[in-house]
């Protein structure tokens, strides 16, 4: 019976489905070759260390993120174009354990995001931006995004091994002379898309407020 070919894709859709097991940090090479039943030298010929591998699985999610994002309907505003695409990046990071860890900081190693970006600077332009504002928009909102997925992988319950998250009962104990801080901890550490939504709210009427062309009255 013929071998499946090694290859980098197939390396990191291996990666990608040891990562909601293990998670980032338990997340190795040779754990990976064990999983693809190959020896652990063997994916050196295609990765020469974690990072270079961290490259590919990014650029797998992205490669089925884009897929999806380019079939949706665009939203003929702005605002809502924006946020929708915001929305769907966090769905699809948090697909997988440790999503937006793994998705951040990283080299894509191919152009998967020229097409989706560019549709999205294409609907910022549309509507008036400067190229330059449209980039600093959607960067801004992205940026937002990516880091509220990180925190919120960081602390919200772990299906996967059976955490519970942050404790606000000893949280509120030991801050218990600063009850605004005690109070901040419901709106912070409970109901992650109702905090999503309203971040990204805020997000995109700074971005109306500071980037978005004027309208004045001809």
Same mark, same amino acid.
């Given at each position: 019976? /013929?071998?499946? %070919?090694? &290859? %980098?894709?197939?390396?990191?859709?291996?990666?990608?489905?040891?990562?909601?097991?293990?998670?980032?940090?338990?997340?190795?090479? %040779?754990?990976?070759?064990?999983? @693809?039943?190959?020896k652990?030298?063997?994916?050196?010929?295609?990765?020469?260390?974690?990072?270079?591998?961290?490259?590919?699985?990014?650029?797998?999610?992205?490669?089925?993120?884009?897929?999806?994002?380019l079939?949706?309907?665009?939203?003929? &505003?702005?605002?809502?174009? @924006?946020?929708?695409?915001?929305?769907?990046? #966090?769905?699809?990071l @948090?697909?997988?354990? &440790?999503? !937006?860890?793994?998705?951040?900081?990283?080299?894509?190693?191919?152009?998967?995001?020229?097409?989706?970006?560019? /549709?999205?600077?294409?609907?910022?332009?549309?509507?008036?931006?400067?190229?330059?504002?449209?980039?600093? !928009?959607?960067?801004?909102?992205?940026?937002?995004?990516?880091?509220?997925v990180?925190?919120?992988?960081?602390?919200?319950?772990?299906t996967?091994? =059976?955490?519970?998250?942050? &404790?606000?009962?000893? #949280?509120?104990? %030991?801050? /218990?002379?600063?009850?605004?801080?005690?109070?901040a901890?419901?709106?912070?550490?409970? =109901?992650?898309?109702?905090?999503?939504?309203?971040?990204? !709210?805020?997000?995109?009427?700074?971005?109306?407020?500071?980037?978005?062309?004027?309208? #004045?009255?001809?």
């Amino acid at each position: 019976m /013929a071998t499946e %070919r090694l &290859d %980098r894709i197939r390396v990191a859709r291996a990666a990608l489905r040891l990562l909601n097991e293990v998670g980032l940090e338990g997340l190795t090479l %040779r754990a990976i070759a064990k999983e @693809l039943d190959v020896k652990a030298p063997a994916l050196y010929w295609h990765f020469k260390d974690k990072q270079a591998l961290l490259d590919e699985m990014a650029t797998e999610m992205l490669r089925r993120m884009a897929a999806d994002l380019l079939a949706a309907e665009p939203a003929a &505003d702005w605002r809502e174009s @924006l946020a929708a695409a915001m929305r769907g990046l #966090r769905e699809h990071l @948090l697909r997988y354990r &440790d999503g !937006a860890k793994v998705y951040s900081g990283t080299h894509f190693t191919d152009i998967s995001y020229a097409a989706p970006m560019e /549709a999205h600077l294409r609907i910022l332009t549309g509507a008036g931006f400067t190229p330059g504002a449209a980039a600093r !928009a959607w960067f801004t909102a992205y940026s937002y995004t990516i880091g509220y997925v990180i925190e919120e992988q960081s602390i919200r319950p772990d299906t996967a091994t =059976g955490a519970e998250g942050y &404790d606000l009962v000893a #949280r509120a104990e %030991r801050l /218990a002379e600063y009850p605004l801080a005690v109070a901040a901890g419901e709106e912070i550490f409970r =109901g992650y898309a109702a905090g999503f939504e309203a971040g990204l !709210a805020a997000v995109v009427a700074g971005i109306e407020q500071v980037l978005a062309p004027s309208e #004045r009255p001809s």
